[in-house]
């Protein structure tokens, strides 16, 4: 298990104090909530590579999700508050492999994991199609970051690109 101090070298894209509407009847975090902070966290990366809510709306282009693999570490209880950094893995021109490391920081331990495959897609045509040009060059500066970090992820081994 990689260290939270080698995880906190990750940016943060999203930080939230749980509801307790986030809670399921064994009184932890339901799964649903997981996969929500996850996804919102990784438009957040999105937006910060350049695919804007704007670049989505004027200029048709998103990302698709086609695998997830999400592990879970430790409970998640109300009044917590999480983080959500993303590592980008690898890229290609139409698709990304990255993790998402949920870490519990009232409690100081990784809560979950997420290993995901995305793809840049034409939102008209709704196919998978190359990264948009106003994302590529965020794109490429924050997989240079991620891969100058001296640790490894570790993945499922079951997503590639």
């Not at 200029?59 to 409970?75: C, D, N, P, V, W």
Request: contains cysteine; hydrophobic residues 40%; proline residues 2%.
């Amino acid at each position: 298990m990689i260290s939270l101090e080698k995880i906190e070298e990750l940016p943060v894209h999203l930080r939230r104090t749980i509801s307790p509407d986030y809670l399921d009847n064994m009184g932890h975090m339901n799964v649903q909530y997981y996969m929500a902070l996850f996804s919102d966290a990784t438009g957040r990366m999105f937006s910060d590579c350049g695919m804007s809510e704007e670049v989505v709306r004027e200029k048709r282009r998103g990302a698709f999700a086609l695998q997830h693999f999400i592990q879970y570490r430790s409970e998640v209880h109300a009044d917590e508050t999480v983080s959500v950094r993303i590592r980008l893995l690898e890229s290609t021109a139409r698709k990304l492999h990255m993790m998402g490391y949920m870490v519990n920081e009232s409690r100081r331990q990784v809560a979950a994991t997420l290993e995901a495959l995305g793809a840049f897609a034409d939102l008209e045509a709704r196919r998978i199609a190359s990264c948009p040009p106003e994302m590529e060059e965020g794109v490429n500066i924050f997989l240079a970051q991620c891969q100058s970090l001296d640790w490894q992820s570790e993945t499922c081994g079951c997503i590639r690109l």
